[in-house]
């Protein structure tokens, strides 16, 4: 069965850090990638998406991703975060032809001032 | 405009009682999900519904039932609520095979 991976469950980063959020997925086969940002309170948000091409992948908000097909990663990227950014970030993947996500564990970003 | 929208936003019921979760989409997608969120964060998908008709059942209790009556709307309805069901549910759609799901705001589930 597919599963999807988050290694860091809680990240804390003062404003302009640089960020980058590890997601493993375990499927073989054709997968679309996805990363959703959750704030406080609210519902989950897609910040960028992959199902093909280019393997670097820019999202809203400064956010990136690259796919490496090799490691079965899907890291989340940003240069420099902001207090505002801090929220749960979620990995996801679905095989392709398959509708349903299948979610990592979620990592807590804290971005302090 | 909300795109997906449930109802209620929170819920607190007693163990023993049987309640729904209503979610409509106005994106005219053909797909709609039921996800369950834990104390912990954990999403993991319940059921999927395309064009009203079931694709997807993962292991949940049958005490839970979706309903489509459209493909606009899936409801969910619960019976014999347990504490273990205290969770966020979220809604979400998607249209076709492109798999980007758009969420509901979710309703938090309190059973005492």
């Known amino acids: 069965a597919q599963s999807v991976s988050q290694h860091n469950h809680h990240v804390i980063l003062s404003e302009a850090a640089s960020l980058e959020l590890g997601c493993n997925y375990s499927?073989?086969?054709?997968?679309?990638l996805f990363w959703y940002v959750q704030y406080p309170g609210q519902h989950l948000q897609l910040l960028l998406k992959?199902?093909?091409?280019?393997?670097l992948v820019k999202g809203i908000k400064g956010f990136e991703a690259e796919f490496i097909k090799s490691k079965f990663s899907f890291n989340l990227r940003k240069p420099s975060v902001q207090w505002s950014d801090t929220a749960e970030y979620f990995c996801?993947?679905?095989?392709?032809?398959?509708?349903?996500?299948?979610f990592g564990s979620g990592t807590r970003l804290q971005v302090q001032p | 405009d909300t795109a997906v929208s449930q109802t209620p936003k929170y819920l607190v019921t007693q163990m023993g009682n049987d309640k729904s979760i209503k979610c409509e989409q106005n994106?005219?997608?053909?797909?709609m999900y039921w996800y369950k969120q834990d104390s912990k964060k954990f999403l993991k998908i319940m059921f999927s519904?395309?064009?009203?008709?079931?694709?997807i059942n993962e292991t949940v209790p049958n005490r839970f039932s979706p309903k489509s009556p459209d493909k606009a709307h899936l409801n969910l309805h619960i019976n014999s609520l347990e504490l273990g069901d205290s969770a966020v549910y979220f809604c979400?759609?998607?249209?076709?095979?492109?798999?980007?799901?758009?969420f509901g705001p979710g309703t938090r589930l309190t059973v005492l």
């Open positions: 994106l005219g997608h053909d797909t």
């Open positions: 519904y395309n064009n009203k008709e079931l694709i």
């Open positions: 499927y073989g086969g054709t997968v679309n």
């Open positions: 979400a759609s998607s249209q076709g095979l492109a798999n980007e799901q758009f």
């Open positions: 996801a993947a679905s095989e392709a032809g398959r509708r349903a996500l299948t």
């Open positions: 992959y199902f093909s091409g280019d393997p």
